[in-house]
Nanobody
Framework: QVRVAESGGGLVQAGGSLRLSCAAS????????MAWYRQRPGQEREMVAA????????WYVEDVKGRFTISRDNSKNAMFLEMNELKLEDTAVYYC????????WGQGTQVTVSS
């Protein structure tokens, strides 16, 4: 079973950047298509970016296209989310998990964008 742990969140001003990391344990990480999810205050968790098991075919929700970049390094059991031009509405707890199945959820990492 793959377990995940997110890091890299923080407080940033609008227009700033952050890079989130997802560290995975388990030998089968490279077999999973993975995704980043976020949960805004008072809202349901939503997928914001996804990537194939081989690191191809990135997908983004419309409102992060052109601002967020998802990537992964299977040799390090890691996945990343580069977030640029951050907006107030990007404030959320960000999680990594599999795209087409559900692994145990990590603690998430808080991203807070201030004006």
């Amino acid at each position: 079973q793959v377990r995940v742990a997110e890091s890299g969140g923080g407080l940033v001003q609008a227009g700033g950047s952050l890079r989130l990391s997802c560290a995975a344990s388990g030998r089968t990480f490279s077999s999973y298509a993975m995704a980043w999810y976020r949960q805004r205050p008072g809202q349901e968790r939503e997928m914001v970016a996804a990537i194939s098991s081989a690191g191809r075919n990135p997908w983004y929700v419309e409102d992060v296209k052109g601002r967020f970049t998802i990537s992964r390094d299977n040799s390090k059991n890691a996945m990343f989310l580069e977030m640029n031009e951050l907006k107030l509405e990007d404030t959320a707890v960000y999680y990594c998990n599999a795209r087409f199945t559900t692994l145990d959820w990590g603690q998430g990492t808080q991203v807070t964008v201030s004006s």
